[in-house]
């Protein structure tokens, strides 16, 4: 190590052994997601977390690249991790191992968090995500082809005036008393529920707008599903012209005739649409003058019936128009699976709890965001490998029972004396998941309702500065929440 730290002969090695300094290295080996074994730690690529030759990430540091990544994404898979808590846990394995004596403050691990260059989390979130995908192999698509879900929601950060001022709360609430919004566009591979690609935009951004970022990501073959948003002209004709094809559901404005249609079988029929006179705005006026005037859409109309539950009708516009290759009932078997992707922003969101990110500004709650969606992928990674393991659908597998396994199993594996029981313990791990599937809940609804009751304290309608609390106010009608 020493020879080809020091030697000018090979200058290209340097920048992968500066990670495996002296230093670091005794500290490296025990910390974080090393403690699960090797079979996550190797889905993060090398080279994204090697040193630079020069600049801020070239130094030979407490807190290296890889291990800073390690411990900011063991941080996201133990949801309400303080910063404290890592570099004490980082303390208790180094002198469990008999390595040097790790600073009690947290401003090494804060600035180095800082230091995490955002192009490379992105990157490891795409790496884990084709990690998931070759984990989860070639089910869920249409004929071979890959589906991508795309879905938008929002999350809060804290309110400081940096986050303020590039993602500004509602305009509905008065100032000092809302939390910032960041605006997520999402794009998910339906084969193993993993998040390939996110942006981000303030509130007020359209879903189309942010959805038009992720266009490059989405390759020829590639099929795309959405919601009512993303059936409209410049999306499905544009999508069109880079080979890649769109299922979403028919907006509520357009009506449907299937007496006017190219009949393909019973309320399913080829229509053609044509170019509107006024230009979409999530395209610019070149990209909508190099539109087609018409395309060739196919529409199709089917209706879920759940017993004892009220019948549902869906209208579905696609671009795949061979009905042999692609049947109805095929196509709606599909959407239907996106309905349970989606839920998927409800494990990252509620499981995981990123609802609400802690970074104080506007680039680290980014990063944030991006540990917690690579903590995500690498749990989609485990519920994929337990599934294909055992011919199990990883959909019944629980996110949550995964995440609990991991951090049980990891205590475990770290003190196991060798690589076979590593290896059996990591078995087991697989096992139990599949042997505790989520039971198959026919109908079940999820209501979008909170049934615990508030405390009966007042709402915050002020700024904290002229905010004034009334005394005895469990007395007042007006100081019920419910009431206000």
Not at 414 to 431: E, F, S, V
């Amino acid at each position: 190590y020493t020879a080809l730290m020091h030697t000018p002969c090979f200058p290209a090695f340097r920048a992968r052994l500066a990670a495996l300094g002296r230093r670091s290295l005794a500290k490296v080996r025990p910390a974080t997601l090393a403690q699960l074994g090797q079979n996550l730690r190797q889905l993060i690529p090398v080279h994204l977390l090697a040193s630079e030759d020069d600049g801020p990430n070239s130094r030979e540091r407490a807190f290296p690249l890889r291990l800073t990544c390690e411990c900011f994404v063991w941080q996201m898979l133990n949801p309400g991790t303080s910063c404290r808590e890592v570099v004490r846990h980082l303390q208790a394995l180094c002198r469990l191992r008999g390595g040097s004596a790790l600073d009690e403050g947290t401003s090494a691990y804060v600035q180095a968090r800082q230091r995490l260059p955002e192009e490379r989390l992105e990157k490891i979130m795409q790496a884990t995500a084709a990690a998931a995908d070759r984990r989860a192999g070639a089910a869920g698509g249409l004929q071979g082809r890959p589906i991508k879900v795309v879905d938008g929601s929002t999350v809060q950060l804290p309110d400081t005036p940096k986050n303020q001022r590039e993602y500004p709360q509602p305009s509905t609430q008065k100032k000092g008393c809302g939390f910032p919004v960041m605006k997520l566009a999402v794009l998910f591979s339906l084969a193993s529920g993993a998040i390939v690609r996110v942006v981000t935009g303030p509130l007020h951004s359209h879903d189309l707008r942010l959805f038009r970022q992720l266009w490059e990501d989405l390759k020829s073959g590639d099929i795309l599903m959405g919601d009512r948003a993303y059936g409209e002209y410049a999306t499905v004709a544009g999508l069109k012209q880079r080979a890649a094809d769109v299922i979403a559901r028919l907006h509520q404005g357009r009506k449907v005739d299937f007496r006017k249609s190219q009949r393909l079988g019973k309320n399913d029929g080829l229509f053609t649409w044509k170019r509107g006179y006024q230009q979409s705005d999530i395209v610019t006026g070149q990209e909508w003058g190099l539109l087609p005037e018409t395309i060739q859409v196919r529409i199709l109309r089917f209706v879920i019936e759940v017993p004892g539950f009220r019948s549902h009708q869906i209208t579905l516009v696609t671009t795949l128009l061979d009905p042999t290759l692609f049947p109805a009932h095929e196509l709606a078997k599909a959407y239907a699976r996106r309905w349970r992707l989606e839920m998927c922003l409800r494990d990252v969101k509620t499981t995981l709890g990123m609802e609400a990110l802690r970074c104080q500004s506007p680039a680290m709650a980014r990063k944030e965001m991006l540990a917690f969606l690579i903590a995500h992928n690498l749990t989609r990674c485990v519920m994929a490998q337990a599934g294909r393991l055992y011919d199990a659908d990883w959909e019944r597998i629980s996110f949550k029972g995964t995440l609990d396994a991991l951090r049980q199993y990891s205590a475990a594996i770290a003190a196991a004396k060798n690589r076979k029981l590593r290896q059996r313990l990591w078995q087991d791990l697989l096992t139990n998941l599949v042997r505790d599937p989520v039971p198959l809940r026919t109908g079940r609804r999820e209501p979008r309702a909170t049934k615990r009751r508030p405390k009966p304290y007042p709402l915050l309608n002020q700024s904290r500065r002229t905010f004034k609390e009334i005394p005895h106010r469990n007395r007042y009608w007006k100081n019920n929440p419910r009431n206000s």
